[in-house]
């Protein structure tokens, strides 16, 4: 009779964790950037929401802490993954991608929220920021 144990230095897959990685690091990325664009509308650095925003230097501080959390909340996916990090930093950045794109599609498409090239920055740089949260990871990790 054969046995179908795995092989000893294959570790069993646990999508459970892999699942919730990927999840918190999510939640991390939404988190930190709604957190912070509140502030700077409390702050009234920002326009209140739901009204456009056109000026390039504040939409390219949002593009900047976005990108940082975004390379943040990848490395958290990466840290907390039972294994293979990289591929979970960027599921992330998949995720976000997707997200971005839907979010760039509509926004362009049926609301003048502001200018065009900033939700298409978000699609942009979605997959750069996760390889970056993974490398981040990997590099500190050593």
Not at 72 to 96: C, D, K, Q, T, W
Not at 98 to 116: D, E, K, N, R, Y
Not at 124 to 137: D, F, H, K, N, S
Request: net charge positive.
């Amino acid at each position: 009779m054969m046995s179908q144990a795995a092989e000893p230095d294959t570790p069993p897959r646990r999508l459970g964790r892999s699942t919730a990685a990927v999840a918190l690091g999510f939640v991390a990325v939404v988190a930190l950037s709604l957190g912070t664009d509140q502030v700077l509308h409390v702050l009234k650095v920002y326009p209140p929401w739901g009204q456009p925003m056109y000026d390039t230097g504040l939409l390219l501080l949002a593009l900047a802490y976005r990108s940082v959390y975004a390379v943040f909340g990848s490395f958290i996916a990466a840290r907390l993954a039972p294994r293979r990090p990289m591929r979970h930093a960027l599921a992330l950045g998949v995720m976000g991608f997707v997200l971005s794109l839907v979010g760039a599609i509509v926004t362009i498409s049926t609301m003048a929220l502001g200018p065009s090239w900033y939700p298409i920055a978000l699609v942009i740089t979605a997959l750069p920021c996760a390889w970056l949260g993974g490398v981040l990871y990997r590099r500190l990790a050593q």
